[in-house]
Every structure is written in structure tokens, then in C-alpha cells.
């Protein structure tokens, strides 16, 4: 049974950065073509991030992060990074990795919703101080 995990959080000041990362054990053979990121701010619902496509490194990011993170996987494509560059304070959260098979052309267009992962994460803690 495959699994993701992730690494990297932290707490850092604001304007800072951070890297995580995730390792995932899952394969287009178990349905996985798409690699995401989301996050849960406390007492908040959950919010998507960014996505990747493993076939051809497609990306796309929600307007919150767009300019300050950016989502790449490594060369093996089992791994996901999200390089986190000038954090606030509202970036604060419970950071999940996630994986799914989408259409080729979803990322290009759209970031993926919650509902069309199929796997995800324990979570990593992201704290922003002022």
C-alpha cells in the first residue's frame, strides 16, 4: 500500500521561507498522475495550494501563493517539493500533501479540488510568526 509523507514544516518569522517536501510511494499505476498541495488554517476549511502534473510538469496555484511558492517534483517524480518564499502570517497551517489521476489538461487549466484526490497525507505543521 503506497503512502505520502510529508517533511519540512516549521515555524519561521514572516517574510521567510520554507521548503516541504513529500515522498510519495504511489505510481501511475496506482491511478497517480497528479501531485497537490493543500492546507487547513485553524478553524478553517481546507484549501488547495497547488498541483502538478508528474507527466509533464504542468502547474497551477491558487491566487493566494501565486509569486511566492512554487510546487516542483524531483527527477524520480515520487517527490514533491513546495518552496515557500515570503510568508505571512496567514499562511499559517496544517500543510497536506495529496495525489490523484485527473485528465492531462486539468492542471493547465484549473487547480484540482479536494474531491478529486484520492490519496493523501498526515499533514505538516507551517506556523508564520510576525
Known amino acids: 500500500q503506497g503512502q505520502l509523507v510529508e517533511s519540512g514544516g516549521g515555524s519561521v518569522q514572516a517574510g521567510g521561507s520554507l521548503r516541504l517536501s513529500c515522498a510519495s510511494t504511489?505510481?501511475?499505476?496506482?491511478?497517480?498522475?497528479?501531485l497537490g498541495w493543500f492546507r487547513q488554517p485553524p478553524g478553517k476549511p481546507r484549501e488547495g495550494v497547488a498541483a502538478?502534473?508528474?507527466?509533464?510538469?504542468?502547474?497551477n496555484y491558487a491566487d493566494s501563493v501565486k509569486g511566492r511558492f512554487t510546487i516542483s517534483q524531483g527527477n524520480d517524480k515520487n517527490t514533491v517539493y513546495l518552496q515557500m518564499n515570503s510568508l505571512k502570517t496567514r499562511d499559517t497551517a496544517t500543510y497536506y500533501c495529496?495525489?490523484?489521476?485527473?485528465?492531462?489538461?486539468?492542471?493547465?487549466?484549473?487547480?484540482?479540488?479536494?474531491?478529486?484526490?484520492?490519496?493523501w497525507g498526515q499533514g505538516t505543521q507551517v506556523t508564520v510568526s510576525s
Open positions: 504511489y505510481t501511475d499505476l496506482d491511478g497517480v498522475n497528479v
Open positions: 495529496a495525489a490523484g489521476y485527473l485528465g492531462r489538461t486539468v492542471v493547465e487549466r484549473r487547480l484540482p479540488q479536494a474531491p478529486e484526490y484520492k490519496f
Open positions: 502538478i502534473y508528474t507527466g509533464d510538469g504542468s502547474t
